[in-house]
């Protein structure tokens, strides 16, 4: 079967169409590196919220992006070909009427024409935010770069001693990690009891590699979680309240927990209690740090 002919998914998520949309019309062999950066460029030029960013190894990068790509590869859309991602969906995108075909002018036209190092070193100049964590950046930037990015290291260097507390829930992976970073966060305390998430990024394996790519160490301390058996049949606020009262009755017993994140605070200064919940008040972590906060009358700070 010919690529003219073969059956071929439409992606489900609107920013996996746009990504479609944008490989289909940019049509040209790309490295990861470069597919990422120019997709950032783009995205940054439009103020286009498709996707986010954060500051990785090899610069600005988009876990998401990353993790649809490979989307599209197994919908047959694109394929690793001479180790770059190409566009292999010939004139089938026209099929699928992506809403994007007023997209302004060609996208080859608002792109830089430069790749590898060039390019990187274009956005490391333009966005120094995303080299902080590069290993390239001493390598190809002058005296004048790496000025700048260390300037921003030096912003982020926060050193006062903070109990944080930070939920995920309507936060997408990149916006989680880039507060972490904002606030220098040395290391994120887990508090889940199962520490598994139907939402991409957030389960243990993929969130620890994540962190400690950009250099914030990772800990899982299930004893302080709420198994999920006492998590049903919570239908109103009353239920809430009841859970959390017996909760916080119960962190007596769970002193050797409680006492190990107040080591890692001492050791790390600044950590953050992680669950899933945005509200903090909806979430047990807030009855952990205010139990910390007494006891050790440490500051805490909800992200």
Partial sequence: MNKETRKL???????????LAFLSELNEPLTATDLQKLLFLYLAKNNYSYYDFIPYLYGSFSIQAGEDINTLRNLGWVADINGKTEYVGGNRVAE?????ENMGEAISEQLPKVRG?????????????YAIYSRTANFILDAEGIAKINAIKEQLKSKKQILFNIGYEGKNIERYLNILIKNNVQLLCDVRSNPISRKFGF???????????I????????????TSDKRQNLNNDEDYQKLFREYKASLPNRKKAIEQVYQLL???????LACFENEPSQCHRHIIRDFIKKIYNVDVVDL
């Fill in 9 to 19: 998914t439409k992606p489900i998520y609107k920013r996996q169409l746009f990504l």
């Fill in 96 to 100: 699928l009427n992506l809403p994007f």
């Fill in 117 to 129: 190092n060039h390019l990187v070193k274009l956005v490391y100049e333009q966005y120094p935010y």
């Fill in 203 to 213: 389960s243990k394996g993929n969130l620890s590699k994540y962190l400690s790519n």
């Fill in 215 to 226: 250099g914030i160490e990772y800990a899982h301390i299930p004893e302080l979680g709420i």
């Fill in 266 to 272: 001492q050791n790390k200064k600044r950590i953050a």
